[in-house]
């Protein structure tokens, strides 16, 4: 897959173990699959802090009685929710301490607003209430959550956010852990969600996008700050019967050549290396990373070019033609490409779901909070096929066809 720029290297020739059947119950009496074989062990160990003293307890399970996992198990989505900042950037605000107008960023990008945070909100705040959101909607407790997987590429603790929103929202019983695929975090997730559910026996995963990108970007470069705001957005995903898999097919990809044209990478101090003549540098110097980087013109090419590509490899895994889709949902990164991959799939605009105008691109909450809102607005109703695809920084891009509900 390469295009004239020499932007997206050939991938290599890969196959893919897809539609495992468990292997069933060996001579020995050991299914290779199954998960229960857990519940043998006699020694467990619970961690808890309680007071300021930490205590660990040999022989102590979970409060919650953990059912056998199945696997080879469906998913489906079955609930979502969003959350962003209040305080609201308006184009109009961004002319005042940038050159710039609502005119001229709107005919370029489709951006109006953004959102970002302010005060005392974090993005962990708006990711747990994003949670809360799906885990109502799909009357799940935060108990019978098995899995927490938090999609973000600016934490607010370097080892990851994703047992902190455990934490938060009170999943006491979930393992959790952070996915680091820039604007196509969200996808990689469901697609892990899923792999989950199947291979591993888990019952509900929660998946959130979330990113302050705010916080990374130089406010006096009208080629980035215009683009990005802050939001997150959830989904529940639960395990179903085989016939009753939500997940149609997907499409991953990713490509370290084109890094170079969006990134944010640890600022190289050379001042401070040009005064220790040649000896080693100890302490090693704090680590502080760059503003945003990006090569507007190069990421377009990208996109237009690999997403419809992306979208038809997911829909031929799929066994469905692009006429059989009912809405057609991108990463809100510019509407100039949405509109250019929708006219290359054939795909009408009223099936096409952006709110690019009121959020910008918030990176990988920018497909569930999408889709939070066309589904709390009635737009996306159950069975309802969607073609989905995030891509971004890294490089990387994924598609999912997804059926919700």
């Not at 469905?320 to 991959?341: E, G, K, T, Y």
């Not at 695809?389 to 997804?402: D, K």
Request: glycine fraction near 10%; hydrophobic fraction near 40%.
């Amino acid at each position: 897959m390469a295009n004239a720029s020499g932007l997206i290297s050939p991938p290599s020739p890969y196959i893919r173990l897809r539609n495992l059947v468990p292997l069933g119950v060996l001579a020995s009496g050991f299914c290779p699959f199954s998960r229960k074989a857990r519940s043998l062990l006699s020694l467990r160990c619970a961690a808890s802090v309680e007071g300021g003293v930490e205590e660990a307890a040999v022989g102590t399970s979970h409060s919650r009685q953990r059912v056998p996992r199945l696997v080879g198990m469906g998913s489906k989505l079955v609930g979502c929710g969003s959350a962003v900042p209040k305080l609201q950037i308006s184009n109009d605000d961004l002319a005042k301490f940038v050159e710039t107008s609502d005119e001229w960023i709107y005919v370029r990008t489709g951006i109006q607003n953004r959102r970002v945070l302010s005060g005392d909100e974090t993005l962990l705040g708006l990711a747990s209430e994003a949670a809360n959101g799906a885990l109502s909607m799909a009357q799940v407790s935060p108990d019978d959550v098995d899995l927490v997987l938090m999609c973000t590429s600016t934490p607010e603790n370097i080892f990851g956010d994703g047992a902190r929103v455990q934490r938060e929202i009170g999943c006491k019983n979930a393992w959790a852990f952070d996915i680091t695929a820039a604007c196509s975090g969200f996808v990689v997730g469901l697609v892990t969600a899923s792999r989950f559910i199947k291979g591993g026996g888990y019952q509900n995963v929660l998946v959130i996008g979330a990113d302050a990108l705010s916080q990374y970007v130089d406010w006096t470069d009208r080629g980035t700050c215009i683009l990005f705001g802050d939001a997150a957005g959830a989904v529940l995903v639960q395990a179903c019967t085989a016939n009753e898999d939500g997940l149609l097919g997907f499409d991953l990809q990713s490509d370290g050549h084109g890094e170079r044209h969006l990134n944010a990478i640890i600022k190289d101090d050379t001042e401070i290396h040009s005064n220790t003549n040649g000896a080693a540098l100890f302490p090693p110097r704090k680590p502080s990373y760059s503003f945003l980087q990006m090569n507007g013109k190069e990421v377009f090419r990208f996109a237009v070019r690999c997403v419809p590509q992306s979208i038809e490899v997911a829909l031929d895994e799929a066994g469905l033609p692009s006429s059989s889709i009912d809405w057609l949902l991108l990463h809100q990164a510019n509407q100039r490409i949405i509109d250019s991959v929708s006219t290359r799939l054939q795909i009408p605009s009223d099936k096409v779901i952006s709110n690019l105008a009121n959020y910008g691109n918030t990176s990988a909450a920018s497909i569930p909070l999408a889709l939070d809102e066309a589904v709390r607005s009635g737009a996306v109703q159950a069975g309802n096929i969607i073609a989905m695809s995030g891509f971004g920084a890294g490089l990387t891009w994924g598609s999912a066809i997804l059926r919700w509900g």
